[in-house]
């Protein structure tokens, strides 16, 4: 079932954020939220994930399972890489779980305590914890920032690969990091609200 999100508003105190946004997202498609920071894009995953209440109109078809990555990567730092991603995606799924992290550049980093890691390994540890989970919907706020190019390049791979069937909305304000998804992107563009 499609995300569809109808006249959604949402204010913080005096500041508006959204006003009357609309948007429909594809169910098992991967859609890209874009545009400039404060334009609402972290708060339209949060209304999506429920950790905020739209103040009017109506969000509807979000799947009850969900996985994120935020802009903070949410780690258990005194847990290894491997352990932070097995907390979503249960012991059963070990090997799996090391294959991803080999995939994306982190196989000799897998039993390091996460507070040992670069900005970088942990944000790439927050992908695979995400990836890994047994959910319908994934967001990713802002997943690649402290990557260099090779690493954005796996990370996207990985998403395409792991996101089989699930609804992915990525969020970025780069339209190089949109753009490493192709064609299997359907690009939303937000473009903030005047105050």
Not at 55 to 62: M, S, T
């Given at each position: 079932m499609?995300?569809?999100?109808?006249?959604?508003?949402?204010?913080?105190?005096?500041?508006?954020?959204?006003?009357?946004?609309?948007?429909?997202?594809?169910?098992?498609?991967?859609?890209?939220?874009?545009?400039?920071?404060?334009?609402g894009?972290t708060t339209?995953?949060?209304?999506?994930?429920?950790?905020?209440?739209?103040?009017?109109g109506?969000?509807?078809?979000?799947?009850e399972?969900?996985?994120?990555?935020f802009?903070?990567?949410?780690?258990?730092?005194?847990?290894?890489?491997?352990?932070?991603?097995?907390?979503?995606?249960?012991?059963?799924?070990?090997?799996?779980?090391?294959a991803?992290?080999?995939?994306?550049?982190?196989?000799?980093?897998?039993?390091?305590?996460a507070?040992?890691?670069?900005?970088?390994?942990?944000r790439?540890?927050?992908?695979?914890?995400?990836?890994?989970?047994e959910?319908?919907?994934?967001?990713?706020?802002?997943?690649?920032t402290?990557?260099d190019?090779?690493?954005?390049?796996?990370?996207?791979?990985?998403?395409?690969?792991?996101?089989?069937?699930?609804?992915?909305v990525?969020?970025?304000?780069?339209?190089?990091?949109?753009?490493?998804?192709?064609?299997?992107?359907?690009?939303?563009l937000?473009?903030?609200?005047?105050?």
């Amino acid at each position: 079932m499609d995300i569809l999100l109808e006249n959604v508003n949402k204010s913080f105190g005096d500041r508006r954020v959204l006003r009357d946004f609309s948007a429909r997202l594809p169910a098992g498609e991967i859609t890209c939220l874009m545009g400039p920071s404060g334009c609402g894009k972290t708060t339209l995953l949060r209304l999506m994930l429920g950790l905020e209440r739209p103040d009017g109109g109506r969000i509807a078809g979000v799947p009850e399972r969900k996985a994120a990555v935020f802009q903070e990567d949410r780690l258990c730092p005194g847990a290894t890489a491997l352990q932070n991603v097995l907390l979503s995606a249960g012991r059963e799924k070990t090997a799996e779980a090391r294959a991803l992290l080999e995939r994306l550049g982190l196989g000799e980093s897998a039993d390091v305590p996460a507070r040992e890691l670069s900005g970088g390994m942990r944000r790439r540890t927050a992908l695979a914890r995400a990836l890994l989970a047994e959910a319908e919907l994934l967001t990713l706020d802002e997943p690649f920032t402290g990557l260099d190019a090779d690493s954005r390049a796996a990370a996207a791979d990985a998403v395409r690969e792991y996101s089989g069937g699930k609804t992915v909305v990525f969020v970025t304000h780069l339209r190089e990091e949109a753009a490493l998804f192709g064609e299997k992107v359907s690009p939303i563009l937000l473009t903030g609200l005047p105050n």
